[in-house]
Structures are given as structure tokens and as C-alpha cells.
């Protein structure tokens, strides 16, 4: 049980275009999910929390216009990298937490790596 | 500002033997502490831990917490080479929307 998934796994665009990253919870619900970045040797960045239908709460230092994140259900977050550019070219990873239960771990999609050229 | 600390930074041994990881943080409203593997892709959910002194196991894995240390150590008896991985661990803010703060990882490289 807990599965995330995300989608698409690699993508590797032209600098300017925009791209977009989902993550989905495949057996539950998950009423919160977490979008990270992590560039290579380190930890976990947080990028912004996502609630179900309502606004993503950004980071400090988070674009919110360049990181667009939509949670339009209880199963599904997307992440829209637009413009993308070099310096954006990381592994994305998103985690979700199970709706309504007292748990709070929190479950890992598989990452997408974007390279932006 | 809250943060985790872990140590070693990366460690090399061999099969068989037994490792420490540690995992030190300073957090307002501690809700709880998660360890977590990470290999090639994303973190693996391995323990989460609330109450101090209550061992967690599971296989050769095995974790424990220390409140009033701040601290939690992640032992792994009779390594293996697929043991190698990056050791995470997060702790929970009860505020703050319940967002995982976490610390840079230990590498960890088990030879044969």
C-alpha cells in the first residue's frame, strides 16, 4: 500500500519550454503532497506544500509563477516547471501524506529528473 | 531556525560488519523523526519514530529515539553491499503545516 507515482520518470527539454511534472497517490488518498528538488550529493529541498483545492504554499525562494503546482484531487498534484531554463535541470520528487489518518509519514513518488538543455 | 544533523557525512565499511548512523535535530514542536533510505531514486519509507526509548526493528534494521538527547540513532547489523544507500532523516513540526525538516543524509558504502 502508499504507492506514489510520478510521471513523466526523466525529460529532457529545450531551454524556454515548459514542462510538466505529475504525481499521483494510487491507493489512497492524500489530502497534502510535497514537491522537492534535490541536486546532486544533497539533501531533500523542499520546493512547497500542496493542499487539495487550494493554493500551494511556496517556499522562500520558490518562484510560485515559475513553479506552478495544481492539486486538483485527492489522488493528484502536478507540478508545471515553465520557461525552463539550465539552471532548472535537477531530480524532482514528489511525497504524499495519507488523508485524514494520524500518520505522518510521508510516501516518495519514484522522482522525475529534468534536464533542461 | 530548526535543523537536522546527522553524522557521519559518509562511511565505507565492509560486509558484515555493524553500523551507527546518527541523527541529532533541533526542531520547535517535535511531532516525530523519520528515517528514510534513498538508492538511485527516491527516499524509502524504513521507520518513524514518536515516543523515546521504544525500539523500532525490522530485519537487520533497527532504530531508536532519545528525546531528551534530541537525538536517533538508525543501527544496521551484518551489513550488506545493498546496504549501500543515503540514510536520510526528517523530523516533523507539529506547525508549520506539518512539513519534514531534514538533515543532509549519511552515504553509506558497504564493500564486499
Known amino acids: 500500500g502508499a504507492v506514489v507515482s510520478q510521471h513523466p520518470s526523466r525529460v529532457i527539454c529545450k531551454s524556454g519550454t515548459s514542462v510538466k511534472i505529475e504525481c499521483r497517490s494510487l491507493?489512497?488518498?492524500?489530502?497534502?503532497m510535497f514537491w522537492y528538488r534535490q541536486f546532486p550529493k544533497q539533501s531533500l529541498m523542499l520546493m512547497a506544500t500542496?493542499?487539495?483545492?487550494?493554493?500551494?504554499?511556496?517556499e522562500q525562494g520558490v518562484e510560485k509563477d515559475k513553479f506552478l503546482i495544481n492539486h486538483a484531487s485527492l489522488t493528484l498534484s502536478t507540478l508545471t516547471v515553465t520557461s525552463a531554463h539550465p539552471e532548472d535541470s535537477s531530480f524532482y520528487i514528489c511525497?504524499?501524506?495519507?488523508?485524514?489518518?494520524?500518520?505522518?509519514?510521508?510516501?516518495f513518488g519514484p522522482g522525475t529528473r529534468l534536464t533542461v538543455l | 531556525e530548526d535543523k537536522v544533523v546527522q553524522s557521519p557525512l559518509s562511511l565505507v565499511v565492509h560486509e558484515g560488519d555493524t553500523v551507527t548512523l546518527n541523527c541529532s535535530y533541533e526542531?520547535?514542536?517535535?511531532?516525530?523523526l523519520l528515517w528514510y533510505k534513498q538508492e538511485k531514486k527516491a527516499p524509502t519509507f524504513l521507520f518513524m519514530l514518536t515516543s523515546s526509548g521504544i525500539e523500532k526493528k525490522s530485519g537487520r534494521l533497527s532504530s531508536i529515539l532519545d528525546k531528551k538527547e534530541l537525538s536517533s540513532i538508525l543501527n544496521i547489523t551484518a551489513t550488506q553491499t545493498g546496504d549501500s544507500a543515503i540514510y536520510l532523516c526528517?523530523?516533523?513540526?507539529?506547525?508549520?503545516?506539518?512539513?519534514?525538516?531534514w538533515g543532509l543524509g549519511t552515504s553509506l558504502a558497504v564493500n564486499p
Open positions: 526528517a523530523v516533523l513540526s507539529a506547525g508549520n503545516n506539518r512539513k519534514l525538516i
Open positions: 526542531v520547535t514542536n517535535f511531532r516525530s
Open positions: 491507493d489512497f488518498q492524500a489530502t497534502t
Open positions: 500542496s493542499n487539495e483545492g487550494s493554493k500551494a504554499t511556496y
Open positions: 511525497s504524499a501524506r495519507l488523508a485524514g489518518g494520524s500518520t505522518d509519514t510521508q510516501y
